[in-house]
């Protein structure tokens, strides 16, 4: 706005100058255009030699007009251009944000693109668009590591551990979300923004705890279970259940899921060990 107002006024004054100029040039008797510093000329000349007149053709009146006007065009042109220049940003029409959403060439499972909805504080990796198989384990579970984490503590057998969570399903892709529409968030449907057990407890599906041993705290793997491992799942009650607020995520955990395939993928960043 500062640079528009700025422009604006450079603009007023190079009007102004220009029209001055313009209004310096009067008209003689003949109706002919001539400059007052050429007038100032002619009656000198005029008292020399009396006989001598200043002739000024009609041609000089164009002349004198177009050049005044094609400087005024020219100035105010060149602040127009600048101020365009100062008031738009680079990328005024293109938001960086609705770059997330562009597809990654080759990424023909979506798994790029369902990376970008996995926030860590380690930031991306060069690796993140990167189309990797996920590592298949015996219990037919399989999982992707994007980050390591830190420290010498890992999950295993016996661990205390806690992990921020969101779960989709991975049946029901949406645009907006590629990976399968998610039914449950620790974000949303938790009091603390957390789920935590003791790996081996029989309180989460152990399909999950194999795919989350040997993660360090602040670690991110993207774990998926098959679809008779989470029927298996929902029996023992071993499933994260959507909060009452969460009635999108109730609908289709209760409605919809279990109606078809039901594999799950399980976003997971680990937050404590003991």
Same mark, same amino acid.
């Given at each position: 706005?500062?640079?528009?107002?700025?422009?604006?006024?450079?603009?007023?004054?190079?009007?102004?100058?220009?029209? %001055?100029?313009?209004?310096?040039?009067?008209?003689?008797?003949?109706?002919?255009?001539?400059? /007052?510093?050429?007038?100032?000329?002619?009656?000198?000349?005029?008292? *020399? *030699?009396?006989?001598?007149?200043?002739?000024?053709?009609?041609? %000089?009146?164009? *002349?004198?007009?177009?050049?005044?006007?094609?400087?005024?065009?020219?100035?105010?042109?060149?602040?127009?251009?600048?101020?365009?220049?100062?008031?738009?940003?680079?990328?005024?029409?293109?938001?960086?944000?609705?770059?997330?959403?562009?597809?990654?060439?080759?990424?023909?499972?979506?798994?790029? %693109?369902?990376?970008?909805?996995?926030?860590?504080?380690?930031?991306?990796?060069?690796?993140? %668009?990167?189309?990797?198989?996920?590592?298949?384990?015996?219990?037919?579970?399989?999982?992707?590591?994007?980050?390591?984490?830190?420290?010498?503590?890992?999950?295993?057998?016996?661990?205390?551990?806690?992990?921020?969570? /969101?779960?989709?399903?991975?049946?029901?892709?949406?645009?907006?979300?590629?990976?399968?529409?998610?039914? !449950?968030? /620790?974000?949303?449907?938790?009091?603390?923004?957390?789920?935590?057990?003791?790996?081996?407890?029989?309180?989460?599906?152990?399909?999950?705890?194999?795919?989350?041993?040997?993660?360090?705290?602040?670690?991110?793997?993207?774990?998926?279970?098959?679809? /008779?491992?989470?029927?298996?799942?929902?029996?023992?009650?071993?499933?994260?259940?959507?909060?009452?607020?969460?009635?999108?995520?109730?609908?289709?955990?209760?409605?919809?899921?279990?109606?078809?395939?039901?594999?799950?993928? !399980?976003?997971?960043?680990?937050?404590?060990?003991?």
């Amino acid at each position: 706005m500062v640079h528009q107002i700025v422009a604006t006024a450079f603009i007023g004054a190079s009007l102004w100058a220009n029209t %001055s100029a313009f209004s310096a040039v009067v008209r003689a008797p003949n109706n002919s255009v001539v400059s /007052t510093s050429c007038l100032r000329s002619t009656n000198n000349n005029s008292n *020399n *030699n009396n006989d001598e007149k200043s002739a000024i053709t009609p041609s %000089s009146d164009n *002349n004198n007009r177009r050049s005044v006007l094609l400087q005024t065009a020219s100035v105010a042109s060149s602040f127009l251009f600048a101020a365009t220049a100062l008031s738009n940003p680079a990328n005024a029409a293109i938001d960086p944000a609705l770059l997330k959403a562009l597809p990654v060439e080759g990424d023909t499972t979506g798994a790029a %693109s369902r990376l970008r909805m996995i926030e860590s504080a380690n930031g991306p990796q060069p690796d993140d %668009s990167k189309d990797i198989a996920f590592t298949k384990l015996p219990s037919g579970a399989s999982y992707r590591q994007y980050r390591e984490g830190k420290g010498d503590a890992t999950v295993g057998p016996g661990s205390k551990v806690a992990i921020e969570t /969101t779960i989709r399903c991975s049946s029901f892709p949406t645009r907006d979300e590629p990976g399968g529409v998610k039914y !449950f968030t /620790t974000k949303g449907d938790t009091e603390f923004n957390e789920l935590a057990w003791t790996i081996g407890s029989g309180e989460f599906p152990p399909e999950l705890e194999e795919c989350m041993v040997g993660m360090k705290k602040g670690g991110v793997r993207r774990c998926e279970l098959p679809s /008779t491992v989470v029927f298996a799942a929902k029996k023992n009650d071993q499933l994260p259940l959507p909060s009452e607020k969460n009635k999108d995520g109730k609908r289709m955990f209760e409605n919809r899921l279990f109606k078809t395939d039901a594999t799950l993928l !399980f976003e997971v960043l680990v937050t404590r060990i003991k």
